[in-house]
């Protein structure tokens, strides 16, 4: 791969590329969709249900970008309200309620920043789910499917495996906002982004998540079989996991630790 940091952001961001309802509907079997999260309102931004992985009943949790203009409009592009972060967070506990595997599709600029979405609660939204994933008994798994952005991404992401396209990223903000706050210049995002180490090789090198998919075959039918194979043969070893929360709480805990601060 020879794309710079930024050119993977721009083939992230692709309105061709495959979104969380494509992948839904061309690896799971008899998906279907819940809504609402039984507070204010159901955020189309966040799609989600119970569905069968090969034979096991699994919840399925993806965030919607659209591919065309007026998809997107529907979809907030992609960034979803609190009410999202709680239909999610209602699906996954009803996930735990009866024993099934939480599967999550990310591809989120951020969270919606919007005066009404502070208003509902969005910080608080986010970090609920932060914490109750974090003590879900069932295997979770989540893949990066383009953009992962801050803790828009990272409320779906508290998981026992997680998984990123070749070109997906994952980042604490936009190369853009970096830009911005550090240069005051935007213009400067492909400097930006070549330094918050968002690719997927920088997220695997890091530890933040554990494989990375091929995209050689993006959008084919063997693609979403691979995913789907992968998929099935992962659960198999976390449904066998005794200490699941507690090698999850470790997963997460030793991120970081070794990381040198230079001055």
């Known amino acids: 791969m020879n794309e710079s940091a930024y050119e993977r952001v721009k083939l992230a961001r692709d ?3 495959p979104t969380g309802l494509d992948y839904i509907r061309k690896i799971f079997k008899n998906f279907i969709e ?14 989600g249900g119970i569905a069968r992985l090969e034979d096991t009943p699994v919840t399925v949790i993806a965030i919607e970008k ?8 529907f979809r907030n592009f992609g960034a979803p309200q609190p009410e999202g972060y709680r239909k999610a967070l209602r699906l996954m506990k009803q996930a735990e309620k009866f024993g099934r595997p939480v599967i999550c599709f990310v591809d989120t600029s951020g969270a919606y920043c ?12 986010i970090a609920e789910n932060l914490m109750e994933m974090s003590t879900l008994c069932v295997p979770v798994i ?3 499917i383009g953009e992962g952005g801050s803790g828009g991404a990272l409320a779906l992401a508290v998981a026992d495996r997680v998984w990123m396209l070749q070109n997906a990223v994952y980042s604490v903000i936009s190369p853009e906002g970096c830009a911005s706050i550090l240069w005051k210049d935007p213009e ?5 982004a070549a330094s918050l180490k968002l690719t997927a090789e920088d997220a695997k090198s890091l530890g933040v998540i554990e494989r990375i998919l091929s995209e050689n075959d993006i959008g084919k039918k063997e693609f979403y079989d691979r995913i789907r194979t992968l998929l099935a043969e ?5 449904s066998a996991d ?13 991120l970081g630790a070794g990381a040198i601060i230079k001055e």
């Open 15 to 17: 309105n061709q590329r």
């Open 34 to 47: 819940l809504h609402g999260d039984r507070r204010f309102a159901d955020d189309p931004a966040v799609v």
């Open 66 to 73: 659209g591919h065309t203009a007026k998809e997107r409009t």
């Open 114 to 125: 919007g005066i009404g979405a502070e208003e509902r609660g969005q910080g608080q939204a």
């Open 142 to 144: 989540t893949i990066l």
């Open 188 to 192: 400067k995002a492909a400097t930006a």
């Open 234 to 238: 992962e659960l198999d070893v976390l």
């Open 242 to 254: 005794v200490d699941l929360t507690q090698n999850r709480y470790d997963r997460f805990r030793k």
